[in-house]
């Protein structure tokens, strides 16, 4: 048993725990695994794998019992989407983005807001988070879709962009400026947007490097009416509600990004031990030793501080931002570092679609952007240390 195998080995699952990630792992192996290479291909829509996800009734484990689920523990939240990842990252970053756009739902939303809008989504409905905007990247504050109250109703105005799951979703969650409110960052506030609503429309949907299953699209809201009720608490309250969801949803990504990382790590440990140049196999090199070496260091300790955030949140810690920070950068460096040596592992086979070290490489890119720049998280762990 090699020093990866003992770590896996040591995280000590409970019998119904493990019996879901078996399930999970024979649905990656039998249904998304031979999914994936057709997907990148073809940029479809990955619905059968969508199926296969649902037929565990893998929403349930994070919508509460109250509304139809199955909760279980943040720390096997993760790892399910890390094997999901590992098999398909299009597919896991589908089914990832339903807890990113729900799950500020069920931590500030109201008992009724929660009865009326939970039970699709834990029946398998696909949820969105919709924040980004052309003027509103990494800063939130730059946002200019607009609520305006009208009566029992709320007009939305604007647009949004770069929205996983954006044209197949059943619930948006939607942050804007409350109109009347001057502070930027005081009219913030955030809604429940249902599927079919009048003025509502996708407007693109994007040609990417990678993850291409994946649906990530430009919305459009032409004066949607949004019943009052479906506001998330008060106006203004939505800059609370969209940091909490980053501090929840960053983590999420980070075992996105493991997954990711754990693919091209394996290829390469498979390739290196098959390939024979020179009369040795690859990994008797002592430079591709070294490498591989550096690799399995940063990825045991990926794992391990995975799930020392994952432990805080099921701990009930409420302070983990900077933890969340870190775990989504070193997850999303390492990555691209690792499906860019997995690459070159391989030779010029890894530039070739025959081994799918090339799309590991482009589907990796993209995990240093969203839900953050790594060059953000770099900044905001960067000043925590600041003596006030």
Same mark, same amino acid.
């Given at each position: ?8 080995r ?31 291909a073809?940029?479809?829509f ?26 279980m523990s ?17 597919t ?6 339903n807890?990113?756009g ?29 924040i ?15 609520f305006? !109250?009208? =009566? /029992?109703d709320?007009?939305?105005?604007? &647009?949004?962009?770069f929205? #996983?799951?954006?044209? @197949? +979703? ?11 409110i001057?502070?930027?960052k ?20 994007e ?9 990530t ?8 009416r ?7 608490q !008060?106006? =203004? /309250? ?5 940091? &909490?969801?980053?501090?929840? #949803?960053?983590?999420? @990504? +980070? ?5 990711i990382?754990r693919?091209?790590?394996?290829d390469?440990?498979?390739?290196g ?5 020179s ?14 070496a550096?690799?399995?260091g ?22 983990? =931002? ?15 570092k690792? +499906?860019t040596?997995?690459v ?7 530039y070739?679609r ?21 060059q ?5 762990i ?7």
């Open positions: 048993m090699n020093m990866y195998e003992k770590v896996l040591s995280r000590n699952w409970d019998e119904d725990e493990q019996a879901i990630l078996d399930q999970v792992q024979r649905m990656t192996d039998e249904v998304i695994a031979p999914n994936a290479e057709h997907i990148d073809t940029g479809e990955p619905w059968k794998n969508v199926e296969a996800i649902n037929a565990l009734g893998l929403n349930a484990v994070f919508v509460p019992e109250a509304y139809g689920g199955m909760p943040f720390r096997l939240y993760l790892e399910i989407v890390s094997i999901i990842s590992e098999a398909c990252a299009s896991g970053i589908i089914y990832a983005t807890y990113h729900m799950k500020p739902l069920i931590e500030y939303g109201s008992e009724e807001q929660k009865a009326r809008l939970l039970p699709c989504i834990a029946e398998g409905g696909l949820g969105a988070l919709a980004t905007e052309p003027t509103a990247g990494s800063d939130a504050t730059g946002m200019k879709t607009t305006t !109250e009208d =009566g /029992d709320i007009i939305v105005k604007g &647009g949004k962009c929205i #996983s799951n954006g044209d @197949v +979703a059943d619930r948006y969650l939607v942050f804007g400026k409350w109109a009347g001057e502070d930027p005081k009219a913030i506030s955030a809604l429940i947007l249902e599927k079919g609503a009048e003025g509502f429309s996708v407007i693109s949907k040609k990417k490097m990678g993850h291409n299953g994946s649906s699209c430009s919305l459009a809201f032409d004066g949607v949004v019943p009052r009720a479906n506001l998330l !008060e106006p =203004g /309250d939505g800059l609370k509600i969209l940091l &909490g969801s980053l501090n929840r #949803s960053r983590p999420s @990504v +980070a075992a996105h990004a493991l997954g990382a693919a091209a790590f394996k390469m440990v498979a390739y031990s098959e390939r024979v140049q009369r040795k196999k690859v990994l008797e090199f002592q430079g591709n030793q070294f490498t591989l550096d690799l399995a940063e990825l045991l300790m990926t794992e391990k501080w995975l799930d020392y955030v994952a432990s805080m949140v099921d701990g009930g810690e409420t302070d983990f =931002g900077m933890e969340a920070s870190l775990a989504k950068l070193r997850a999303s460096d390492l990555a691209m690792m +499906a040596e997995c070159q592992f391989h030779g010029g086979y890894g070739c025959d081994y799918r070290a090339e799309r590991l490489m482009r589907d990796a890119k993209i995990t240093q952007i969203w839900e953050g720049t790594n953000v998280h770099r900044q905001l960067g000043r925590s240390f600041i003596v006030k």
